[in-house]
């Protein structure tokens, strides 16, 4: 009959790896599952005006337009468009604001704001009647969004 002092036990070295690889597996494993959790709390909105111009149009007046690109992990919605500081209202009807994506053509932005997806380029057109300004004239073109960002270009009328 055997005792227990005959029976031997894992080595000291294994076991130390064995829970060195536990640990380590462990944390991998928490590490992923916080990345996952801290990724849906962590959206945001970044919309990149990418380029912008002011050319006039066949009616005389200009057509500023500004093609955005939404770079953010988060929609963004657009709900109103500032020219000099003061909101396109202010100017109504002489400024108005359009906007055009890959499957809608030139289409007026909703009351309810202009929503850009992640990832998305949209192009928004304000135009501008010909008696407000005259050519040459620098304007501070301001897009405020529902998230608070302003996303701000200069644009000279040509």
């Known amino acids: 009959m055997r005792t227990l002092k005959d029976k031997r036990a ?7 790896v ?3 690889a536990v640990a380590i597996t462990v944390a991998v494993a928490v590490a992923y599952w916080m990345g996952g959790i801290a990724g849906m709390y962590t959206k945001f909105e970044k919309v990149e005006i990418q380029s912008a111009y002011a050319p006039k149009n066949a009616d005389g007046d200009w057509n500023i337009t500004l093609v955005l690109k939404n770079t953010g992990s988060a929609n963004a919605t657009l709900i109103n468009a500032y020219v000099n500081n003061k909101p396109i209202d202010y100017y109504s009807p002489a400024i108005t604001w359009y906007y055009s994506t890959a499957t809608q053509n030139y289409t007026a932005v909703p009351s309810s704001g202009l929503t850009i997806g ?3 380029q949209v192009t928004v057109y304000l135009i501008v009647d010909s008696t ?3 050519s040459g004239t620098t304007l501070n073109v ?8 302003d996303y701000v270009k200069l644009v000279e009328l040509t």
């Open 18 to 20: 064995i829970l060195v």
């Open 142 to 149: 301001k897009l405020h969004s529902a998230g608070g960002m």
């Open 10 to 16: 894992v080595s000291p070295v294994i076991a130390t």
């Open 132 to 134: 407000l300004f005259s």
């Open 118 to 120: 992640s990832g998305q």
